[in-house]
């Protein structure tokens, strides 16, 4: 039995460290070799994880007594739901379903914290350089030569007249379709946050460093606003109270905030002006001044998205079905885009799958109550980010949703072991 437990620990081990790498890479592979086995990986591997974590945990908690409860009503209404094809449920179900049970993921990560935190530094080198080499060879008119796998993406994108897949100016968003390219950002930030969160686990100090410098390089040099925004608040909720009971550390931070502003008044013209940067820049200004009556993209989902998703959810309280809303399942029919994702949830499983959802986060919230003040806040922080997000996309779902609830999970579970001489280095 002991030798079982032993085997049964290693293999969840390592198909939790293929599991994260797959999750950050799937989609570069797939577009590189042009082949989504490796996205079809990703779902595999996860499913064993969730089936270990089950096997392994017997204690059912409220909160995954709701989970269960939840993603057992979604399934079984994406089976009975005979207004889409079974490929279409399907895949909805990735979009929606999966994403929850990744809690267990994050509570199976979370037992090897100081192995997954080290993981994630050195993967998410990288991944963010990559990045930054789209950008400039995006910038420079270079990317049909440095990233032909992506040039070629964007060519497909501009025959097909499907330039809402596009950033502005014609950069490709980086994670595939749809939002992707802003999907990539908040992968970014929330990755970067988590290793902050954790770095006295973190032995390569120098690579620590160099993502934190990187991350930041990429997010200027994309102006994407909504990971801008998600990281202000994030940050500011989680550490501003540690700030105000410390001179010296506020002081930092007020530097930092001033050196930010002059920098955008000092390039404000150049970015303004620039036919590549332009857009991106207004918008942002847009929302740092709160001018969305000036705002073509908030005027869109007002008179738009939002008004036709809100007059669907008002006349259909069991929901229009999640192969309508689900992202992915969009490829096969009329999909509705309601830029809410609670608007999502609405339409996708009516009223009652929405209260649900919304029941499932409140407990969320709430037992973030009771862990270490640092990582409360860092919850609350991540929480508000996601939730002010969610109002104008849908974060909870596909692999943004994928990311929040492993992080859920892995702050979930602080039973993990330290090693000897980890432990000595940091006490």
Not at 257 to 279: A, P, R
Not at 343 to 361: K, Q, S, T, W
């Amino acid at each position: 039995m002991s030798c079982l437990k032993i085997s049964l620990t290693n293999i969840e081990k390592y198909n939790l460290i293929i599991f994260t790498f797959l999750l950050l890479y799937s989609n570069i592979f797939s577009r590189i070799l042009d082949l989504s086995i490796f996205n079809i990986l990703l779902y595999v591997i996860g499913l064993i994880a969730v089936c270990i974590n089950v096997m392994n945990n017997h204690k059912i908690s409220y909160l995954k007594l709701l989970l269960y409860s939840l993603c057992l009503f979604f399934f079984t209404y994406s089976i009975i739901d005979f207004r889409s094809d079974f490929i279409t449920n399907l895949l909805s179900l990735k979009d929606f379903c999966f994403p929850i049970l990744c809690l267990l993921i994050g509570e199976s990560m979370g037992k090897y914290k100081i192995d997954i935190v080290n993981l994630f530094n050195k993967l998410f080198l990288f991944f963010v350089t990559y990045g930054i080499i789209q950008e400039i060879a995006f910038y420079t008119n270079n990317l049909e030569v440095w990233l032909p796998w992506d040039y070629k993406i964007i060519i497909d994108f501009l025959e097909s007249g499907d330039n809402g897949n596009l950033f502005q100016g014609g950069l490709l968003r980086f994670f595939g379709v749809m939002n992707a390219f802003v999907e990539y950002q908040v992968f970014i930030i929330s990755i970067i946050l988590l290793l902050m969160l954790y770095n006295q686990y973190i032995h390569n100090r120098n690579v620590f460093k160099i993502n934190i410098i990187l991350s930041l390089i990429f997010l200027l040099l994309a102006l994407e606003r909504s990971p801008i925004i998600m990281l202000f608040i994030w940050a500011f909720i989680w550490k501003v109270p540690s700030f105000s009971i410390d001179l010296k550390r506020m002081g930092k931070l007020i530097v930092f905030i001033l050196f930010i502003f002059v920098s955008i008044f000092y390039f404000y013209s150049n970015l303004y002006e620039d036919e590549i940067t332009g857009i991106a820049f207004q918008r942002i200004v847009n929302v740092i001044t709160f001018n969305f009556g000036n705002d073509a993209a908030f005027e869109e989902r007002e008179n738009v998205h939002w008004k036709f998703a809100w007059e669907l959810s008002k006349n259909n309280y069991i929901g229009i079905g999640p192969g309508t809303v689900a992202p992915s399942a969009s490829q096969y029919i009329g999909y509705v885009g309601p830029h809410n994702n609670f608007l999502a949830y609405h339409l996708a499983y009516g009223l009652f799958g929405l209260m649900l959802f919304i029941c499932f986060l409140m407990l969320i919230l709430k037992k973030f109550s009771n862990l270490n003040k640092n990582i409360q806040l860092f919850g609350y922080g991540m929480f508000c980010a996601y939730f002010g997000m969610a109002i104008f996309n849908m974060p909870f779902v596909g692999k943004n949703g994928i990311l929040f609830f492993i992080i859920v999970g892995f702050l979930f579970n602080n039973n993990f072991n330290i090693p000897q001489n980890t432990y000595r280095a940091h006490r």
